[in-house]
């Protein structure tokens, strides 16, 4: 079965640093995707990065970076230069390619201070 | 392009009264759909998903169910709700099997008050 684990319930950092948010997973799945979601205090979910299990480098979107050990079954999102505008709840996500289920972690809350 | 409508935005209910939650998507065809359920401050718990029409698969068993009646309508019902069904619901969608790459998209969420 897969699973999503985020153990950081909630992480402090000071504006303009760099912030490591933490995912680990488990499937039986060779083919997967995963996924890092931000969610506001608005409830919207908006989509940060995305991590293919075969992919070989590791992802980036602008300040975000995924780092992908698929040894260890772990894609830490990877926040640089933090802006207060960060601040948020985030969710790690995988799909298997096989049943196409998506489950998410129970997330992380990010605040950022000045 | 691709648009995700879930509908109310709000919505307070008895405990007893039935439920009924609509997602439509337009712009593309044979999605995937997801139904969600947020407890407050919580992780996003997986109810149900869908790859075709009349097939879904339930995660957790309850007192919900969905259905695909259409390829891009999804319905999340109850026939009497309970206290702990209060929540904020969320629909979603995405590409199907094969395209690994693609983001599910989310839409504006569903929060239900049982009363």
């Known amino acids: 079965a897969q699973k999503i684990t985020q153990t950081q319930p909630g992480m402090f950092v000071q504006e303009k640093e760099a912030v490591t948010l933490d995912c680990t997973y488990d499937?039986?799945?060779?083919?997967?995707?995963l996924f890092w979601y931000k969610q506001p205090s608005s409830g919207e979910m908006i989509f940060l990065i995305y991590?293919?299990?075969?992919?070989?480098q590791n992802a980036t979107e602008g300040r975000y970076s995924l780092n992908f050990q698929k040894a260890r079954k772990s894609a830490n999102l990877v926040i640089s230069a933090s802006q207060l505008g960060d601040s948020a709840m985030y969710f790690c996500?995988?799909?298997?390619?096989?049943?196409?289920?998506?489950?998410f972690g129970t997330g992380t809350r990010l605040l950022v201070s000045p | 392009s691709q648009t995700i409508h879930q509908w109310p935005a709000t919505l307070v209910q008895p405990v007893g009264s039935p439920l009924s939650l609509e997602c439509t998507v337009e712009?593309?065809?044979?999605?995937?759909l997801y139904w969600y359920r947020q407890a407050a401050g919580r992780g996003l718990q997986l109810l149900f998903y869908?790859?075709?029409?009349?097939?879904i698969s339930s995660e957790v068993p309850q007192n919900l169910s969905a259905s695909r009646p259409q390829d891009r309508q999804f319905i999340l019902s109850s026939k009497k709700l309970l206290l702990s069904d209060s929540g904020f619901y969320l629909c979603?969608?995405?590409?199907?099997?094969?395209?690994?790459?693609?983001?599910?998209?989310f839409g504006q969420g569903t929060r239900l008050t049982v009363v």
């Open positions: 979603a969608w995405s590409e199907t099997r094969g395209q690994m790459n693609t983001e599910a998209f």
């Open positions: 499937t039986s799945d060779p083919s997967y995707g």
């Open positions: 991590q293919g299990s075969y992919d070989q």
């Open positions: 996500a995988m799909r298997d390619i096989r049943f196409q289920k998506l489950v």
């Open positions: 712009g593309t065809s044979n999605p995937n």
């Open positions: 869908s790859v075709g029409i009349g097939q």
